[in-house]
């Protein structure tokens, strides 16, 4: 489904090396992680936001995919939906739910879950972050194999998660030619993503007409260097709202499409 190519959240993105026949493998060189900056003093997330997208691939309208934002303290919660609809649900049926929180002054996230319907797969995952320890933890289940596995990984003092990532950035100053750095927890790995500034443009939505900033997401490793392109249109102005997001995969472009937004 598009919305985990988008947010990077798949289940399926196990990465393994090719096995060295000759000779040792050479040393690999690991970059510096960046450190999570916190969001921008005066940046001030809605209490209550739903937003509401139309997804298309190529010229059909595959599915619908909707998030909902909730301040509660320091924390935000944000929980998302992607389902199928249409010619795309009768081929293959996606109902996938999504769960994560972060922390509003630190950036920091508090752990991310989901729950994935795709056709005959159905697989449930829980991650959580023990930032004292520097461990992540995930508890992953095939619901229809009936098996489970858990796994336990290092992770710097503060990390984000797939879809946090995305309101995340919205708390960060977004300049021309600016690239804003973070690690974000992929697959039992930190890896830098990199949202990268390149131009200003008006992006003509269902919920209206909107001058935007367009970012790339890019990785030197990880879900996001292996999933094709992937932009997002934030709003140019004090909100950074996300009123349009796409991903050039190797099999078609998928676009998300604001519908609506409310704040309630």
């Known amino acids: 489904m598009a919305f985990m190519m ?3 959240l798949t289940s399926g993105s196990l990465f393994s090396a090719k096995a060295q026949i000759f000779g040792p493998k050479p040393p690999v060189t690991q970059k510096p992680i960046p450190v999570l900056s916190a969001p921008e ?4 997330y809605p209490q209550h936001q739903t937003l509401t997208y139309s997804v298309d691939w190529r010229v059909f309208t595959a599915g619908m995919a909707v998030f909902h934002l ?3 303290g320091d924390t935000a919660k944000i929980s998302a939906t992607a389902d199928s609809v249409g010619a795309v649900n009768m081929l293959f049926p996606v109902v996938d739910r999504f769960q994560s929180g ?8 508090t752990g991310f879950n989901k729950q994935i319907q795709e056709n005959r797969r159905k697989i449930a995952s829980e991650l959580s972050f023990d930032y ?3 461990r992540q933890m995930e508890y992953s289940r095939n619901l229809v194999k009936g098996t489970a596995n858990r796994l ?3 992770i710097p003092a503060c990390v984000t998660d797939s879809l946090s990532a995305v309101f995340y950035t919205q708390s960060q100053k977004m300049d021309l030619g600016q690239t804003v750095s973070f690690p974000l927890a992929d697959s039992m790995r930190t890896v830098t993503v990199g949202m990268k ?13 909107f001058q935007t900033i367009k970012v790339e997401a890019t990785a030197d490793e990880g879900i996001v260097k292996n999933r094709g392109h992937i932009w997002i249109w934030y709003t140019d102005d004090a909100r950074h709202l996300p009123v349009q997001m796409q991903a050039r995969l190797f099999w ?3 676009t998300f499409h604001l519908q609506s937004v409310e704040f309630k």
């Open 6 to 8: 988008l947010c990077g």
């Open 132 to 134: 004292q320890r520097g």
């Open 252 to 254: 078609g472009t998928i």
């Open 41 to 44: 003093p005066g940046f001030v």
């Open 152 to 154: 336990e990984a290092n």
């Open 197 to 209: 500034v390149e131009s200003r443009e008006e992006i003509k939505t269902p919920a209206g007409n």
């Open 70 to 72: 909730d301040i509660n």
């Open 102 to 109: 972060f922390d509003v002054k630190t950036g920091c996230s």
